[in-house]
């Protein structure tokens, strides 16, 4: 599925599900049905990168972005604008560098050449990275011993943000009643949620999902593909 507005451009294209997109918020965010608890299949890969507000100079810029992993070249000589109000999506293959675009943006990985910026900075250099960019990159970084809320309050108290926020943000993704549970008895979609709700904590201004719908179940998916309408249509 696609949440592409319409002027696809290079950024996507009408049925073909995305593998990276990016859209805006309204406030109201609706919040995520109650998860099931049986594993469902994953949905079909997908990343989001969402920007929130429309306030000048805090988009994403990417200007000649290379990485080079010994003589494998992952990415090369990438620019694109990510403004306010728009939807951004990248399409390709598996080991296209998608995922290592997203992840020097992000400051996990330095470039060979050029740069990545969100809001005109480096991510290293935002004064405040929690409450500037929100990011789920994968769902295996959590504790299994602990439970879905303290797994968030263990983020929120190194980010130094407030401890209240934990529960809004749980029941925001639909798992206010899981939060008692131990992450281990998480299926992938709860995992995944649990991941959303983390990225959430801080009010971002640009929030970066890697595969969002992987492991939500068919409600989950409609709910997410709503949402993106929603942020998109701002």
């Not at 943000?169 to 939060?179: E, I, K, P, Q, T």
């Not at 008895?185 to 595969?211: C, F, H, K, T, W």
């Amino acid at each position: 599925w696609s949440v592409m507005p319409p002027r696809y451009g290079r950024r996507g294209l009408p049925g073909v599900p995305p593998r990276r997109y990016g859209a805006y918020r309204a406030r109201g965010t609706p919040k995520m049905p109650p998860p099931r608890d049986d594993s469902t299949p994953p949905a079909a890969e997908s990343s989001v990168g969402v920007r929130y507000d429309d306030e000048p100079g805090t988009g994403i810029s990417v200007r000649g972005l290379s990485k080079r992993f010994g003589s494998v070249t992952a990415v090369r000589d990438l620019t694109f604008d990510v403004p306010a109000g728009q939807v951004t999506g990248f399409l390709g293959p598996n080991g296209a560098g998608k995922s290592t675009t997203m992840r020097m943006i992000l400051g996990l990985v330095r470039p060979t050449n050029g740069e990545a910026l969100v809001g005109g900075r480096r991510f290293a250099d935002l004064p405040q990275p929690r409450r500037a960019v929100g990011a789920v990159l994968e769902t295996t970084g959590f504790h299994p011993g602990r439970r879905g809320r303290d797994q968030l309050r263990v983020t929120a108290r190194a980010a130094g943000l407030a401890a209240g926020l934990v529960d809004e943000v749980l029941d925001r993704v639909g798992l206010a009643d899981a939060a008692g549970r131990r992450v281990r008895g998480y299926s992938l979609g709860m995992r995944q949620r649990l991941g959303l709700a983390a990225a959430l904590l801080g009010d971002p201004q640009v929030l970066i999902l890697d595969e969002p719908a992987n492991g939500l179940d068919p409600e989950g998916i409609r709910w997410m593909r709503d949402l993106l309408k929603g942020l998109a249509a701002g």
